[in-house]
């Protein structure tokens, strides 16, 4: 499976917008991004996809680059509830069925 | 909304003891999935399932067992727990994949094995 590397660690200041960005080099052609968060003691929250348009939604939006090796998800006006750790996901696919392979994703915080 | 409930928010087992954790979703998902997560390791995919009595090895089996007898109900099984097996379990559940099946995931199960 495609694998993603993301920064360990962010700061936003509240009311800013917070971008964050993760390479995904090794995507093959029809492979999606997903983005989720995990606030903590919650479960992971999925946030918004894309495979070559950018795309938005209540939540974020989400740039993919023309190569489609990297992508940025961004948060328009962070509140102090969006911090959280922030995964890049590229589903392995396959015999029918799918499964993600979380990393350690990006703890973002968001200051007042 | 999809729903998926893990039966335990919290448990504390003994060594040697069987455990059986339950995940129900809502929403007629083909798809579910077990992962543990531990603190600086991310989440780690355990098993995952594809349909009604069809299982597959993730990434760390061992130790572990699943049954999906219902389409809706998914279950971990730690045959013997051991205090490694200590940890926060979350299920997961989706549609096969096509563009738009996001996982949705339940709160997890702080297991504590002693």
């Known amino acids: 499976d495609a694998k993603t590397t993301q920064p360990p660690s962010m700061d936003c200041a509240e009311g800013r917008a917070a971008n964050l960005p993760c390479n995904h080099s090794?995507?093959?052609?029809?492979?999606?991004v997903y983005w989720y968060r995990q606030i903590h003691s919650q479960g992971p929250q999925y946030i918004i996809h894309?495979?070559?348009n950018n795309e938005t939604n209540e939540m974020a939006s989400l740039i993919i680059t023309e190569d489609r090796k990297s992508s940025t998800l961004i948060l328009p006006h962070a509140t102090l509830r969006d911090t959280a750790v922030y995964y890049c996901?590229?589903?392995?696919?396959?015999?029918?069925?799918?499964?993600?392979?979380f990393g350690k994703g990006t703890k973002l915080s968001v200051i007042p | 909304d999809v729903k998926v409930t893990q039966s335990s928010r919290y448990l504390v087992k003994r060594t040697g003891e069987k455990v059986f954790l339950e995940c129900v979703q809502d929403?007629?998902?083909?798809?579910m999935f077990w992962y543990r997560q531990d603190p600086g390791l991310g989440l780690r995919l355990i098993y995952f399932?594809?349909?009604?009595?069809?299982?597959e090895k993730g990434d760390i089996p061992e130790g572990y067992s699943v049954s999906r007898e219902k389409k809706e109900r998914f279950s971990l099984i730690l045959e013997s727990a051991s205090t490694n097996q200590t940890s926060m379990y979350l299920c997961?559940?989706?549609?096969?994949?096509?563009?738009?099946?996001?996982?949705?995931f339940g709160n997890g199960t702080r297991l504590t094995v002693t």
């Open positions: 997961a559940s989706s549609s096969p994949y096509r563009a738009g099946s996001p996982l949705h």
């Open positions: 090794t995507i093959s052609g029809n492979e999606y």
């Open positions: 894309g495979l070559k």
């Open positions: 996901i590229v589903p392995y696919s396959g015999a029918g069925s799918y499964q993600l392979t």
């Open positions: 929403m007629d998902h083909e798809n």
């Open positions: 399932s594809y349909d009604v009595k069809m299982k």
